[in-house]
């Protein structure tokens, strides 16, 4: 094996701690090539070689750690009763919802993957947020939707958090509703019309 091909195994939560500190998305597996993990730990040295931030701002990076995400009340736009944020790495699937949350008079935003969709989140509050828990693996949807739920208790607002999936596992519906989802729905016939009937009630 050749020294550039070499790889050592990294416990998963801690290298996704690691990459979470320099902003970037995990390989989502344990081996990880040596060179890489090199350069992450340069990249990491870089970024704290940066300004130290007050201690307001350490509080609120370590209810956030996993993304080091701030979240400023004082920079969200004021609430939109119809705002409504999308989150599916699947065009066809942004596009159908885009079309059906309009028709339902909503005020559509669209992210396509977890940084994104974090980003839009802390600039705006929104009424609800529907999010497919597969972008594109389980462990993503379920760092985003830890993070949904923490700035949302951080800014105090009543935004609604629904997870949308194709899986019929019980273990991902019991998971996302014990990480504070407030519906999930499966993605089988007529889930866009459970979806629009669960908008109608709220």
């Known amino acids: 094996m050749t020294e550039n091909r070499r790889t050592i195994e990294v416990d998963t939560e801690f290298l996704e701690a690691l990459y979470g500190l320099v902003g970037k998305i995990p390989p989502g597996e344990k081996n990880i090539n040596v060179d890489l993990l090199k350069d992450l730990i340069l990249?990491?040295?870089?970024?704290m070689g940066q300004t130290q931030p007050n201690t307001e701002e350490k509080?609120?990076?370590?209810?956030s750690?996993?993304?080091n995400t701030k979240v400023d009340v004082a920079d969200i736009e004021e609430s939109n009763k119809t705002a409504v944020l999308i989150v599916d790495d699947l065009g066809v699937i942004t596009y159908q919802l885009g079309v059906m949350?309009?028709?339902?008079g909503y005020d559509v935003t669209v992210a396509k993957e977890i940084y994104d969709a974090i980003n839009k989140f802390k600039k705006r509050q929104y009424k609800m947020v529907v999010m497919d828990l597969f972008?594109?693996?389980?462990?993503?949807g379920f760092l985003l939707l830890d993070e949904l739920v923490k700035m949302s208790k951080m800014a105090e607002s009543s935004t609604i958090i629904g997870v949308m999936t194709a899986s019929s596992k019980k273990e991902h519906r019991q998971m996302c509703m014990k990480k504070g989802a407030d519906f999930y729905i499966e993605k089988v016939d007529d889930w866009q019309n459970e979806?629009?009937?669960y908008?109608?009630?709220g």
């Open 43 to 47: 990249d990491i040295k870089r970024k």
């Open 59 to 63: 509080e609120v990076e370590q209810k």
């Open 65 to 67: 750690k996993v993304y």
């Open 101 to 104: 949350f309009r028709n339902l």
């Open 135 to 140: 972008i594109p693996t389980d462990r993503e």
């Open 195 to 197: 979806l629009v009937e």
């Open 199 to 201: 908008c109608e009630k």
